[in-house]
């Protein structure tokens, strides 16, 4: 006689919990990681502008929020970078917080820190 093989209910339904809360993290955290690359694209990008080689603090800022505004980026604003001297070089950085709720009082933490390039020169 041969054995049956199968899934029984509840099984079916763990899997199933199982599934949908797995689901739910990646709809949840998908968003901020996105926004999270938007914003290391817009550092990227500011940094390797030939135009703000030069550019003082406010015009870089000024710029990431042009750049902000476009990839809709609300998590952070121009006034958030800044810009660290390492020698001759500058690097623009990035560093923010963002809280993502998941069910109820539960929600996650995750902390980006979105660093450019070198930069040749600083400006004032």
């Known amino acids: 006689m041969k054995q049956e093989r199968g899934l029984t209910m509840t099984g079916f339904l763990i899997l ?14 998908l968003p901020p990681y996105l926004e999270y690359f938007y914003v290391q694209k817009a550092v990227d990008s500011i940094s390797r502008d030939l135009d703000l080689q ?12 042009r750049r902000a505004m ?35 009082n539960v929600a996650a933490c995750i902390d980006f820190q979105a660093t450019s390039t070198k930069r040749k020169t600083i400006g004032n």
């Open 70 to 104: 476009i990839d809709n980026i609300t998590t952070i604003r121009g006034e958030d970078l800044e810009l660290i001297k390492e020698g001759n070089n500058a690097v623009l950085d990035a560093s923010y917080s963002v809280k993502v709720p998941i069910i109820a």
């Open 16 to 29: 199933s919990i199982i599934l949908i809360f797995t689901a739910l993290l990646v709809f949840r955290l």
């Open 54 to 65: 030069t550019a003082t603090l406010r015009e870089i800022r000024s710029a990431f929020d």
